[in-house]
């Protein structure tokens, strides 16, 4: 049958005596007991909960502090005392390190172990709520009170609510919401920035440490008229050359941009000679005079101002080197056209040098002038070796050269026989013949000498300069004989004891992305979490003397509050065992008072044959 309305409720009990009979002599026995020691003990004396004798049992309930606890709510509080080592080892490890030497960020970690930890904060708070209520509850109190209590457990708006009647429930309460700052405090405290590692890395190289012999040329040694051509492997090498091709694939295990210093091919300077001779470009040519070219040349031999030459040739034991000749006027000839020209002939010969090089992303690039190591010696031209090696090339005129390749690469790039054409008219300038864009660029006063200010151009000493790129072009041979050949062959070509692989140890210096962490918002974050255990802990004081376990279910409260439907449990019971005692009983919560349903009437909680549904709520089928 169902209600639709109260009328009134009346707090007159219902007549369920005779239904109820056997809650009412299980109670009159609790009172009895109870009325029993309270006079024996004497108004407010205390009784241990672990000392009464539940009712119907026949047996008292003995507890200790190991045996009965809350130890899920201990449990909770450890794991979230475990996280803060835990927080500080993820931001440890993580510091400094590479982004990409982590597959999930710590900020993930710290994430997931602030939203564990407080979650379990929270159930936490609640266990050590429930202690205190019943707590106080032994202790005496009001209903006011009680009910505050209850009120500030679940949240922190009835803590900030609770007004006169806030107690350390209202602490614990509010310390399991606003502990929820640790995370971003631990969010704060990993973060990413760029930074310039300057790590040691060990790098693998492929390069020749000599030029293999007979490699780069042919050539024919004849005294008046030296000839040289390229072999088809080093004009290939010479054409990357000068089309500025990027140097590959020699060194590897670079991860980004390192530096490291390895051993190539290059040229030495062994021994330099020079002489000079007066020179005067002010007296003009004579109407009638006609200038003398010697071979090779474009102005008169006492006319010249600057030239390079380069020479392939052979020292007296056979083997070859590179004559490299400079001539150039001095600083006085730029001022008043009169002065010396000085001729400067340095030998160049093949050796091992050492090369400080960058590697970006698999791209090589020479920092600086090599530092030679030692001259190779596997350059010799005897008839032993044209025999051994097989180097007659189309007849016995060309032979088959270290270094005649690179002569004709250094006379393609570099050669310059530039002079000063003495004016006709006495006063002009002498002008500039010759000229290429190398040389124009040794020019040291340009603006001077197109201004008129001084009489001749002055030039740089371009041999450093011839010096950088021919070695970067050894060096780019090193590369491609190191990947085109065997290790066999090259060794059988070169000075005993060199390797064309090796491994040398590298810096990195690129830009990398890494973790940084801020320590001062860990310290933070784990001062909230620590305090706020420690708080919350205080609130599990005294939980061993209540005698068993407690909790807010509405059938242990029940219970405590002598309701006639659990008048057949056992009052020391908790809420699983009263559930439990009771699981097969049904129950309604509705309208109570028979056939009558005046002002009789009243709400509660009974069996369903005594107590009326509510309107609305349909029977349960």
């Given at each position: ?38 006079s ?36 909770a ?14 931001l440890a ?13 710590p ?13 379990v904060?929270r ?14 509850a032994m ?11 209850w ?13 006169r009647?806030t107690?350390?429930?209202a ?27 300057a790590?040691?890395v ?9 030029i ?6 042919f050539s024919?040694f ?8 390229f072999?088809?492997?080093?004009y290939?090498i ?21 530096t ?9 300077m ?6 000079s001779?007066?020179?005067n470009?002010?007296?003009?040519l ?5 200038a003398?070219?010697?071979?090779c ?25 590179v ?11 730029a ?6 020209f000085t ?50 090339y189309e ?14 690469a ?19 300038t ?7 864009a ?12 197109d ?23 050894l ?17 059988a ?24 962490v ?22 599990f ?10 909790s ?30 009771m ?9 109570f008072g ?17 107590v ?10």
């Amino acid at each position: 049958m169902e209600v639709n309305r109260i009328n009134a409720v009346s707090t007159r009990k219902p007549n369920l005596q005779e239904a109820h009979s056997d809650e009412a002599d299980a109670k009159k026995g609790a009172v009895e007991y109870i009325e029993e020691v309270g006079s024996s003990s004497g108004e407010g004396a205390e009784a241990n909960v672990g000392e009464l004798e539940a009712v119907g049992r026949g047996q008292r309930v003995y507890t200790s502090f190991l045996r009965k606890g809350p130890l899920l709510g201990l449990c909770a509080l450890v794991f979230q005392l475990l996280t803060i080592p835990a927080s500080f080892l993820v931001l440890a490890m993580s510091d400094g390190r590479p982004v990409t030497s982590w597959k999930f960020q710590p900020t993930v970690y710290l994430a997931i172990m602030t939203a564990i930890g407080n979650s379990v904060m929270r159930f936490a708070a609640v266990q050590g709520c429930m202690i205190v209520w019943w707590t106080h509850a032994m202790r005496g109190t009001t209903f006011a009170q009680l009910h505050q209590d209850w009120k500030m457990s679940i949240g922190a708006v009835g803590a900030l609510t609770a007004g006169r009647y806030t107690n350390f429930i209202a602490v614990a309460s509010l310390c399991a919401t606003f502990v929820i700052v640790d995370g971003p405090l631990l969010q704060r405290a990993s973060s990413v920035i760029s930074k310039t590692p300057a790590e040691p890395v060990s790098l693998h190289t492929l390069l020749s440490p000599e030029i293999p012999a007979y490699f780069t040329g042919f050539s024919i040694f004849v005294a008046d008229h030296p000839t040289n051509d390229f072999t088809s492997e080093f004009y290939s090498i010479f054409s990357n050359y000068t089309a500025g091709s990027a140097i590959t694939g020699a060194i590897t295990g670079c991860p980004g941009v390192c530096t490291a210093t390895v051993q190539a091919a290059a040229l030495a300077m062994t021994t330099c000679s020079s002489q000079s001779t007066p020179i005067n470009y002010t007296k003009p040519l004579v109407g009638n005079q006609s200038a003398v070219y010697e071979e090779c040349r474009i102005a008169p031999a006492n006319l010249d101002a600057f030239t390079i030459t380069f020479i392939t040739t052979l020292d007296g034991l056979g083997n070859e080197r590179v004559d490299l000749t400079v001539g150039m006027t001095d600083t006085a000839v730029a001022r008043t056209c009169v002065g010396e020209f000085t001729t400067k002939t340095c030998h160049l010969v093949s050796a091992t040098a050492e090369y400080d090089v960058t590697i970006s992303n698999g791209n090589i690039e020479i920092e600086q002038p090599p530092r030679i190591l030692n001259v190779a010696n596997n350059t010799r031209i005897t008839n032993q070796t044209i025999s051994q090696f097989n180097l007659s090339y189309e007849g016995q005129d060309w032979l088959q050269t270290t270094l005649g390749g690179l002569s004709i690469a250094g006379a393609i790039e570099f050669k310059t026989l530039a002079g000063l054409m003495p004016s006709m008219a006495t006063g002009d300038t002498p002008s500039l013949t010759g000229y290429n864009a190398f040389s124009y660029k040794m020019i040291t006063n340009e603006n001077a000498w197109d201004d008129e200010t001084d009489c001749a151009p002055a030039w740089k000493d371009p041999t450093a300069e011839i010096l950088v790129a021919l070695n970067d072009l050894l060096f780019r041979t090193s590369v491609y004989t190191a990947q085109a050949y065997n290790e066999t062959y090259l060794k059988a070509r070169m000075d005993p004891g060199m390797n064309v692989s090796s491994t040398v140890q590298g810096i990195r210096h690129d830009p990398v992305n890494v973790f940084h962490v801020n320590y001062y918002y860990f310290l933070a974050a784990a001062l909230v979490q620590l305090i706020s255990v420690l708080l919350i802990a205080y609130t599990f004081y005294g939980w061993w003397r209540l005698g068993r376990e407690v909790s807010f279910s509405p059938l242990e409260i029940a219970k405590a509050f002598e309701a006639p439907l659990l008048q057949g449990v056992e009052s020391n019971s908790n809420a699983k065992e009263i559930a439990r005692a009771m699981e097969e009983r049904k129950v309604r919560y509705g309208i109570f008072g028979g056939e009558e349903r005046g002002p009789e009437s009243m709400l509660g909680f009974g069996d369903p044959d005594v107590v009326y549904r509510l309107k609305g709520f349909p029977k349960k089928k």
